[in-house]
T-cell receptor, first 115, second 114 residues
């Protein structure tokens, strides 16, 4: 089984709809991240969480919100989706700073299309 | 602000060639550097992680080197195969500030043709 899973894997929605993307991990990592990837722009950080009670904005948090329901679960919400939020979304995890490696592990991605 | 550049953006080589992918970064105060592979429409797979105190890491046909003083890392792929075709990204994790949030390059798209 994959260490980092994302649901759904693909989603097509309409402008104005509320969308939730979910991420679960079995790696036991405290740190979780949400990124979006757009052609030509690379990976951009939306939000990150160092533990259940810690949520931080990334470089492009406008239009998004997150919830860290448990150590293993981190969800991303688009309250009112717009077409320029069409992208590939990735969840990632890493261990604590100062941990063994701080190596980052990625989920398989969610392809979101907003019409 | 850390900036990470990967050159070339795209590369096409015949099977069997040895090749080098480059990753440059502007701030040498790094914690570690990680190389990833990404197949089209897929997630990122970690290839190699080099700690700031290390000079290189090897895994099979892959060798990654790190030169902090010059702000460079290279990923060497020996005897390339069509299955190596993918986008390769590097990510640099800062030492300062304690957040350890990585900065990603935009990747090198590699095609290895038979």
């Amino acid at each position: 089984d994959a260490d980092v899973t994302q649901t759904p894997r693909n989603r097509i929605t309409k402008t104005g709809k509320r969308i939730m993307l979910e991420c679960s991990q079995t790696k036991g990592h405290d740190r979780m991240y949400w990124y979006r990837q757009d052609p030509g722009l690379g990976l951009r950080l939306i939000y990150y969480s160092f533990d259940v009670k810690d949520i931080n904005k990334g470089e492009i948090s406008d239009g998004y919100s997150v919830s860290r329901q448990a150590q293993a679960k981190f969800s991303l919400s688009l309250e009112s989706a717009i077409p320029n939020q069409t992208a590939l979304y990735f969840c990632a995890t890493s261990d604590l700073s100062g941990g063994i490696n701080n190596e980052q592990f990625f989920g398989p991605g969610t392809r979101l299309t907003v019409l | 602000k850390q900036e990470v550049t990967q050159i070339p953006a795209a590369l096409s080589v015949p099977e069997g060639e040895n090749l080098v992918l480059n990753c440059s970064f502007t701030d040498s105060a790094i914690y570690n550097l990680q190389w990833f592979r990404q197949d089209p429409g897929k997630g990122l797979t970690s290839l190699l992680l080099i700690q700031s105190s290390q000079r290189e890491q090897t895994s099979g046909r892959l060798n990654a080197s790190l030169d902090k003083s010059s702000g460079r890392s290279t990923l060497y792929i020996a005897a390339s195969q069509p299955g190596d075709s993918a986008t390769y990204l590097c990510a640099v994790r800062p030492r300062a500030g304690g957040s350890y949030i990585p900065t990603f390059g935009r990747g090198t798209s590699l095609i290895v043709h038979p």
